[in-house]
């Protein structure tokens, strides 16, 4: 199967390349499609500060949801592409159960 950038996503070539976190690769992607020149013009069509895009070159900073939902909005490459390109392989994310339940302890209403 090929996905919209034309990577095959069942090679085993390009697998141990593509199982690795790297977000230049999806930022190097998307200057190509979108014919750009640079890192500052890719900032300039994401609308993001030039050092957002250096410090997620130099995996300083991860990729956020909004980043990607921008991405995915000016390149018009699904998110699932998007994810693929930076080395992101989960099929689900999960949201922690913890996150959802009161501290103990904690009075269910603060105000009594």
């Not at 030039?50 to 995996?59: A, L, T």
């Not at 900073?61 to 930076?86: F, N, Q, T, W």
């Amino acid at each position: 199967m090929t996905n919209q950038v034309g990577i095959d996503m069942n090679s085993d070539a390009e697998s141990d390349e593509l199982l690795q976190y790297n977000p230049n690769r999806l930022l190097d992607t998307l200057i190509e499609n979108l014919r750009l020149k640079n890192d500052a013009a890719l900032s300039r069509a994401l609308e993001v500060a030039p050092p957002v895009i250096s410090k997620i070159r130099h995996h300083r900073l991860p990729v956020g949801a909004s980043l990607l939902i921008r991405m995915h909005e000016v390149s018009d490459l699904s998110i699932r592409d998007l994810r693929y390109l930076m080395g992101d392989r989960r099929n689900k994310f999960r949201i922690s159960d913890k996150q959802f339940k009161p501290k103990e302890g904690a009075s269910p209403s603060a105000g009594e």
